[in-house]
């Protein structure tokens, strides 16, 4: 008698439920259960899912660590600046473009530390300024090949 129950739940879970289902997505059908469901199914979701609240210093170490990211690329693009004379017209309008834009997104990183109560954002390591950087920063030695690294879009996407 045993090995009969499992062949039915076999055949129920295989043949007979996939039906029910289809049955169900019907749309005259669905739209006579749909209303009883939906309670039900959000209900259940806000039991299982439970919001947990920021933590405080995680948010401050991500924001200090975004403030790295940025000023370190802030500093690679003035670098880049410097030494842009040779590049196309497109690539110069570009590299300004993403200087105002970093230079934008970098105070508001800023914004964003002070507003943790981090008085002093200097705090935060930061990279080299173009005057402590060498002028010819990008070229490499003749032994290795250049591999250059361009950003595009807003959300800086590496290709």
């Keep these: 008698m045993q090995e009969h129950v499992s062949d039915a739940y076999a055949f129920l879970a295989v043949m007979c439920l996939p039906l029910v289902g289809w049955v169900i997505s019907r749309p005259p059908l669905w739209r006579l259960l749909r209303p009883r469901l939906e309670p039900v199914a959000v209900r259940l979701w806000q039991q299982l899912v439970v919001p947990e609240p920021p933590d405080e210093a995680v948010l401050r ?54 507003a943790f109560g981090v008085a002093d954002p200097a705090v935060v390591p930061t990279a080299p300024t173009p005057v402590s950087a060498s002028r010819f920063a990008f070229s490499a030695p003749a032994a290795r090949s250049v591999t250059e690294v361009m950003e595009f879009g807003p959300t800086g996407r590496w290709l």
């Design 61 to 114: 170490q991500w924001a200090a660590v975004r403030l790295e990211e940025l000023r370190g690329h802030l500093a690679r693009v003035r670098r880049l600046l410097l030494d842009d004379e040779h590049m196309t017209a497109t690539r110069q309008v570009g590299n300004r473009l993403a200087h105002e834009r970093l230079v934008r997104d970098v105070r508001e990183a800023e914004e964003v530390l002070a």
